[in-house]
């Protein structure tokens, strides 16, 4: 992953619960709504088939990585299956010493001020600020005072609707997960929901991150 790309368009989805037999639309629709980052996360049964598969149909296309990584040998699976990221859902240090002398882009998980310094301290890429959605945009203001330096990821709770406040507010980068990839739609296969949800958040983005990006409209 180049984290200077990411920033250009700053928005992360989370795939959870998919499965083999729907890698390839998922990830055609995915590509073609114009979102440009995917983590897979490594609960999800085939996880490391699942990122193998969905790096070969993306053809370059799409930086895939792998969340919910909460050990060596889940990390050392996500690399191996292709991952040039891993997410956390809290700090596991020897998965960000691991990731940083490989200086492979990490996003360990905080909610706290003191979570979130010690997760910076130990390597983080962006710290990833989990759950959100009971704190709200004016939470990373806040954060974001004594913090200044700290890059942030709002993960849960994000929508189409409030992410632009996330990141007036302080946030780095957001991300979304089971409101767009909803488990009734993957269960019947309604990729044509799940691209216009993609395109509601990566619309909302300011026009100069989303100039030029691919499937836009």
Do not use: H
């Amino acid at each position: 992953m180049d984290i200077a790309e990411f920033k250009k368009q700053p928005v992360l989805g989370i795939l959870r619960g998919a499965e083999l037999e729907q890698i390839e639309p998922l990830i055609e629709t995915v590509v073609s709504a114009g979102l440009r980052t995917l983590e897979i996360t490594m609960n999800t049964p085939d996880a490391a088939q699942l990122i193998q598969k969905a790096r070969k149909i993306a053809q370059g296309r799409l930086v895939l990585g792998a969340g919910t990584v909460l050990g060596i040998d889940s990390l050392k699976s996500a690399i191996d299956a292709g991952a040039t990221f891993i997410v956390m859902p809290v700090l596991v240090q020897e998965v960000v010493k691991y990731c940083v002398d490989r200086k492979i882009p990490v996003f360990p998980g905080a909610l706290t001020a003191e979570e979130i310094y010690n997760a910076w301290q130990a390597g983080a890429t962006m710290v990833k600020v989990f759950p959100v959605k009971f704190f709200g945009p004016e939470y990373f203001r806040e954060i974001k005072g004594p913090f200044n330096q700290i890059e942030l990821l709002a993960c849960s709770g994000v929508t189409a609707q409030n992410m632009r406040e996330y990141f007036t507010c302080g946030a780095s980068a957001v991300s979304f997960g089971a409101s767009v990839f909803k488990k009734e739609w993957l269960q019947n296969k309604d990729y044509s929901s799940i691209a216009g949800a993609i395109k509601a958040y990566v619309r909302q983005l300011p026009f100069e991150l989303t100039k030029g990006a691919g499937g836009v409209e």
